[in-house]
């Protein structure tokens, strides 16, 4: 039964993050942390399933990506998982623990969703700004993927530029998001030990879920007016910000 219901909403949340550009991913993080206990494992199997996922939209929106964007996210994106795999290292020779699957980082979360706010509704007037900026998103990504498992609303405030039309977004975002995602996987798998061939019993299932729910988000993609799409991803970014905000206090 946890089977079938982490398969029915990695097919939903994947039709989700194809519409929207975003949201899906850390929905079915929601949905990962209540039925797998360990905090590092569902962050480390989210991990694999999302990289399948923005794969997938990746090569379907193969046509609007933007390739100096992600060159610049990819130099930063490296730079970031390197500090983190530095980072986790380091905290599991200070306290003398053999895996670090003990170590918990739930405190980054609310910190996350008030700097999103402030970033859509507080921040001062936006500037021209050339696209080496997505190396210090990069390095954002790069950081927060290992340790709150889904970044994408972090990152997703720097999508909303004239530049990037709806189908851009997606392209872009999903990229970014794949190269993060696939950059974790030898950090959990040496610093925590986790062994992605033996869950084969629940990836193999959620992947084919989010192949299937990707290609049934970009149909339904092609009826939303560009100026409602921006609208709706603004409004979905704010609702989860809303939610990394005030989760701790929340009993679900």
């Known amino acids: 039964m946890e089977l079938i219901i982490l398969t029915i909403g990695a097919l939903i949340t994947s039709s989700i993050s194809a ?79 053999s895996s670090a699957s003990q170590i918990k980082f739930e405190f980054l979360k609310p910190i996350i969703g008030i700097y999103i706010i402030w970033n859509l509704y507080l921040k001062g007037p936006k500037k021209k700004k050339k696209n080496k900026l997505f190396r210090i998103v990069g390095l954002i990504g790069g950081i927060s993927s290992v340790f709150i498992g889904a970044a994408g609303p972090l990152i997703a405030p720097f999508f909303l530029k004239d530049s ?23 950090i959990f798998i040496y610093l925590f030990d986790v062994n992605y061939v033996n869950e084969y019993n629940v990836l193999i299932p959620l992947v084919i879920s989010v192949y299937i729910g990707t290609n049934i988000g970009k ?12 609208i709706v991803f603004k409004i979905c970014l704010t609702i989860i910000s809303i939610r990394l905000i005030i989760g701790e206090f929340l009993l679900f």
């Open 219 to 230: 149909k339904l993609l092609e009826f939303i007016p560009e100026k409602i799409f921006k």
């Open 164 to 186: 990037l039309h709806k189908k851009n977004i997606i392209a872009n975002k999903a990229a970014c998001q794949l190269i993060s995602h696939f950059g974790k996987i030898p």
């Open 19 to 97: 519409v929207i550009g975003m949201g899906g991913g850390i929905i079915l993080l929601a949905i990962m942390a209540i039925i797998i206990p360990e905090g590092y494992m569902v962050i480390a199997l989210h991990g694999a399933i999302q990289m399948f996922s923005n794969g997938t939209r990746t090569f379907i929106f193969r046509n609007h990506l933007k390739k100096q964007l992600l060159w610049e996210f990819f130099q930063g994106a490296i730079i970031g998982l390197s500090i983190s795999g530095v980072i986790i290292f380091a905290i599991t020779q200070y306290y003398d623990v």
